[in-house]
């Protein structure tokens, strides 16, 4: 008789897949899959898991075959899917920022503002989400679903394309200008209204949202040990940001201590020189895993 998990959870086949990965791997969780497999093995008995393309995910956590799983709020909105938002973990392949769906044509194009489209033809894969901005603006436009390489179809194809950007690398090797934004999106933790409801399966979802945050969190920041004279702490703690409250322990040495502490990873190059000219002795940076608030 085969073991049946607590809950199973979906993962998003694609661009988010090996970041996702990644991620799972921080917060404690090993994913084991080869290339062409859609059912990955993890370290825990108590979640099965299948890939699916992220585009798909919301409709198959709706209907429960997923308890649980990971999709953009983008494709959420563009299937109207009602699910439980457990958590919003902004990550993307490319950066630690949320993506945009844009609306853009080609750099000399005529159109610059959305009415400017009227009669005219958008490609996208977001026709769902395209349909109602359009509607919103007042804008009668024929929208059309693209399979994909969705840059090269302006201006020959069709007038203007919605579609993803996280850099906006594509968009200028293709010459094209944003006109407006449709929608941000970013990585969203769901699950089943009937999963959420059951006690068991809800603290599983629980303790998986709160390790895949920390993980996110722990990626922006780093932990630094030091020693310092007594006599010294003082100006230590003018170098650290207000923000931070180190850990102060009283070494074997009753005229040293031990601080440690947790900064943004981003101006820990600028304060640990201070620190050193400030008295600051054995100074190690550290990586993070994991912060939980």
Known sequence: MSHQPLIMLGLPKGSLEESTSKLFAKAGWKIKQSSRSYRPVIDDPEIGARMIRAQEMSRYVEDGFF????????????????????????????????????????????INRPEDLEGKKIATELVNTTHKY?????????????????EVKVPELVDAIVELTETGNSLRANNLRIIDTIVETSPRLIANRRSWENKEKRSKI?????LLQGALESEKKVGVKLNCPKEKLDDLLQVLPALYKPTIAQLSDPEWIALEVVIDEEIVREIIPDLKKSGAQGIIEYPLNKIIP
């Not at 007042?138 to 969705?150: D, I, L, P």
């Not at 629980?206 to 709160?210: L, P, R, Y």
């Open 67 to 110: 308890d649980v799983g990971l999709t953009g709020l983008d494709w959420i909105i563009e299937n109207n899917s009602d699910v439980v938002f457990v958590c919003d973990l902004i990550y993307s392949r490319a950066s630690n920022t949320p993506a945009r769906w844009i609306l853009a044509v080609p750099a000399q194009s005529s």
């Open 206 to 210: 629980e303790a998986i949202s709160i």
């Open 134 to 150: 359009l509607a919103e603006k007042n804008v009668q436009a024929r929208v059309e679903f693209s399979w994909g390489a969705t």
